[in-house]
């Protein structure tokens, strides 16, 4: 009879650890545990610069602002209810800190910078196609206002549902789904217009 490989012996081989409970990480935060601190932190960093980056349009802004943000988490950790997740909660602070550190801005909002890698593969003629309509879209999205960038962001890149979006940015649902009708339709509006400028 074959002998059982030994990775076959044991239940949990090959798998990766399960990735551990926010809500617990944030009762560990609560009780000022460091090191779920810092696993809090490295998980929400990616994800929270995108979203920061995409909402202020202002990178000098990006790291204070992310700072800001889990500073309020370290120090508020322990009024976190576990009626929201975990993420909606981090987000909504994030929301809040990201309009302080606007409304002491009064400058013109910046074009974005891409952020995303071009194929190795691909056509010098696809590639400048690709920049144009990225220049295109960062100039309309830096006509929207701060909380219409939010409800973009958070819903599309962060795929978050109205209801979430309306619990992060403080406001009924039926004020996200306004703004997002309003920036959607100026968005529409604004690269229709730089499409017919390219022509």
């Known amino acids: 009879m074959p002998r059982a490989d030994s990775r076959d012996a044991r239940p949990d081989a090959g798998r990766r650890p399960a990735p551990p409970d926010e809500a ?112 295109h879209l960062g100039q309309a999205l830096g006509a929207l206002s701060a909380e219409q960038r939010a409800v973009i962001e958070l819903t599309y890149y962060n795929g978050y549902a109205c209801r979430e979006v309306a619990e992060i940015m403080g406001c009924p649902v039926d004020t996200v789904k306004t703004r997002m009708f309003y920036a959607r339709r100026k968005l529409k509006t604004l690269l229709a217009l730089n499409a017919e400028d390219a022509i």
């Open 24 to 135: 617990a990480l944030v009762a560990r935060v609560a009780a000022a545990d460091r090191a779920a601190f810092e696993a809090l932190y490295r998980a929400y960093y990616p994800r929270l610069r995108r979203f920061l980056e995409r909402m202020t349009r202002r990178l000098p802004l990006v790291e204070e602002v992310l700072n800001d943000t889990m500073m309020v988490v370290w120090r508020r950790a322990h009024t976190y209810d576990r009626v929201s997740k975990v993420s909606t909660w981090i987000f909504a602070i994030a929301y809040r800190q990201a309009l302080k550190a606007l409304s002491r801005v009064d400058d013109a909002v910046p074009p974005a910078d891409g952020d995303e890698a071009v194929p190795a593969h691909a056509q010098p003629e696809s590639v400048l196609q690709r920049e144009q309509w990225r220049a």
